[in-house]
């Protein structure tokens, strides 16, 4: 090469190297002082890039860090080049109901574009359409209705829940368990019964299903592929190094909930469970399958996942909190002789309960902050703020919940602010609770569908828990539910109790 030809390599290099340092410089400046989201507040960093957003979403400490950022910056925070979030009440309606002054505000692909080779689920199919078509089939199997005709099925868990637990607080009279696995063998199963007719019998075995263990890792590969999505390079490099062992793993773990819906779908068997409705809607329009398997896969997340989390959270603060737990447990052994007389009807009107149970959503809420969605083309405002189309917006359930500006003594377990005769009286500190704030199934189109299911898997298990044994903290072993890493859904740790069956069971239990 000659020395001309070599000069101009360098200079080419230098040039490129320039573009390559100058563009980011360019684009993060372009993005604090010159986007139209400009004038929202928050921190230059996070404004500048979607950097400091995947770091904290990839350590798990998203929620703890935005609610830091709500504090200082106010309800509205630009947490991203193109995201702003919320913490403001008036959020939900805007973002997730139906709204006469503005087109709807449809899931973020980002987060929700399936797996190449994986067909739609009810969760994250994004057009409109299809969403209800999906939706519309599966949501006779949710109703009031079709639960009472399962409540037997949730009795048989809940019940083999309490014989697992007493054979457990038999063995020793110091007996201590880890509730956190219990709880998820108990949804898990639920739903694998419940919905294909096939429990995965953890219980029975005492120990979790090998798809158990996987669970949490997919919702943390979630996390993971939506931070590889945001820079659509190392999306693809990553899609291309993916090993195929794990790809296997995937499409072995779709097949396998394929055979088992294709086995409930051809043997009609006479029971309540969510297929059952799917077949008889069959009988009158034309279901999509793959559409429906991938539902369901993602179901025994969603629908299980969440549940335990919750059950933790409140048996959780209630080992801690021995006076309310007194409280509960007086409640429910006053109102049921015998563990048989709990029925999802009778509480339903049980106050304590309920209040715990809400108190339980406020502080632990399974879903911490709402997935984002995208502003319709064209603009509209959230809170009164307008955002350009295309602006990723999201819900920050866990700041709104612990917000002093929302809830007196906000970051204590109280369930008595939601006891009628608490709130309603005016000369109460919890009057001016504002208890509408508190949406742990979301709103709208996309609400959660599993709410009665979730509702009566809470109220049945807390109680027979509740009735059938006394729990106490064990010293020194207190776990910090702020502390719990979120990747999406939350990273639980054990609960490590002390567990006895209760000492006075009267005569005719
Ligand atoms: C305490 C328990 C639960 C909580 C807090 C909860 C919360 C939520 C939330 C917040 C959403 C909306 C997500 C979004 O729009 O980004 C949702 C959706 C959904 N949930 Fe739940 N959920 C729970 C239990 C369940 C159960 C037990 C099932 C079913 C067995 C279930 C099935 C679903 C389904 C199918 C959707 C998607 C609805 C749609 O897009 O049309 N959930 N849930």
Known sequence: MSNTEESHTSAGLVYVLLVLIAYPIFRALHNVFFHPLSDIPGPRAWSASRLPFIWSLLRGTLVH??????????????IAPDEVTFADADAYPDIFQARSDSKPFLKDPVWWETQPGLPDTILSAINP???????????????????????????????LLVDRLRESALESSEAQVDLVPWLNFTTFDIIGDLGFGDSFNCLQHSRYHPWTAMLFSTVKAAAWVASARYYPLIEFILLKCIPPSLMKTQTDHYQRISNKVDRRL??????????????KKREEEAVPIGEI??????LTTAGSETTAT????????LVN????LNTLKHEVRHNFNTSDDITLEALKDLPYLNAVINEGFRMCPPVPWVLPRRVPHGGSTVCGTWLPGGTAVSVQAYTMNRSPSYFHCASSFIPERWLPEVHGNPESPFSKDSRGVIQPFSLGPRSCLGQNLAMAELRLIISKLVWAFDFEAIDGNVLK????????????????VKIKPRSEVPAEA
């Not at 299809?130 to 099925?153: C, N, S, V």
């Not at 919750?310 to 603060?317: D, F, H, T």
């Not at 539910?481 to 490590?496: A, G, M, N, S, T």
């Open 293 to 298: 398997n991938s539902t369901f896969m993602i």
């Open 266 to 279: 051809n043997f009609e068997m006479e029971r309540p469970d969510v297929l059952s409705y799917v077949i």
């Open 65 to 78: 860090d935005v609610e830091r950022l709500h504090w200082k910056y106010g309800p509205v925070v630009r």
């Open 481 to 496: 539910w702020d502390d719990l890493r979120v990747f999406l859904l939350i990273e639980k740790k054990p609960i490590q």
């Open 129 to 159: 359409e299809k969403h209800a078509r999906i939706r519309r089939i599966l949501a006779p199997g949710f109703t009031l209705r079709a639960l009472r005709d399962q409540e037997p099925i949730l009795h048989q868990y809940v019940n």
């Open 321 to 324: 909190c021995p006076d309310k």
């Open 310 to 317: 919750l059950l933790s959270g409140i048996m959780n603060y």
